[in-house]
């Protein structure tokens, strides 16, 4: 299925958004929210958006600012000002009847879209998300991990570090080995293509800008746990057992907390859960749109 793309000015930016579009007219939206580093709109949803309107769907999938076919915007990027590029481009788009869904950042900025938005949103689809832990990771040594994250994007080493990996494929064949943990799911053409996202664009930059307002000496500024028991519409997380981003205990508890919360683990899945295992996430997510919208 071939991609279509829109083009939506905003409030100091311009937004590419990919499309895909069911056969028949007053489809469900479906809109998807991609993640930070290298990724994009056709990186993180270039198989599950054609699935999903070959279901039925129409699947609006917008590059954030900085990323993908997206130019910067003219506001650096923090938690809420995303927010606030997602409610506006939701105005834009004419979106009444829509259900958002997001991977890590994009999880994120789901879970504050439904916040900021009561009744907006239908439901909640949350992949290995953002805004569910107090720390960038758990155990007994993760405050001290934390704190030097934390060092390392306040002395600049973070980003000078980064901008080396990106120009080197092999580090970047052996980085995806953590997010995505099935061997036949990191193809030459998947590597290629978050090389060429890392050499080419902006994105690590303004995620760099993301990450410094976020991390926090002794902790993430954007944690919703405490608010997760305020968002009434059904929620599904997909959340590969294997991500050593945000731990699968995490997931459980925030499932546990959403009033209409419904978790689908993933087996041997990292935290680029769909990426990893497309078969278990799309089955889960049609279920879930067959059953909740």
Known sequence: MI???????LEGATVSVAEW?????????????????????????????????????RVLAPDHPGFGRSAKATWPLTQQALLDYVGELVDRLELDDYVVGGLSL?????????????????????????GIMP?????????????????????????????????????????LRSIVRNESSRTPALVRAVTDEASS???????????????????????????????????????????????????????????LGRLVEVPGAGHWVQRDRPDVVTAAILDFLESSI
């Open 201 to 259: 664009g902006t994105a690590l930059e303004v995620f760099g800008e993301w990450q410094r307002e976020q991390v926090l000496p002794l902790g993430l500024r954007t944690d919703y746990t405490d608010r997760l028991g305020e968002i009434s519409v059904p929620a599904l997380l997909v959340h590969g057992d294997r991500d050593s981003g945000v731990a699968i205990a995490r997931a459980r508890a925030a499932a546990d907390l959403l009033p």
């Open 21 to 57: 579009t069911a056969p028949q007219p007053n489809a469900p939206t479906v809109l998807l929210l991609h993640g930070g580093g290298t990724d994009s709109a056709e990186l993180s949803w270039g198989d599950l958006g054609p699935a999903l309107a070959s279901a039925g769907y």
């Open 106 to 130: 994009g999880g994120g900025l789901a879970i504050g879209h439904a916040l900021e938005r009561p009744g907006r949103a239908r439901a909640l689809i949350l992949l290995g998300s953002f």
């Open 135 to 175: 720390r960038l990771s758990d155990g007994p040594l993760s405050s001290l991990g934390h704190y030097s994250t934390y060092l390392l994007l306040r002395s600049g080493l973070l980003a000078a570090i980064t901008r080396s990996y990106a120009k080197n494929p092999a580090a970047i064949e052996r980085g």
């Open 3 to 9: 991609v279509r793309r829109l083009s939506v000015d």
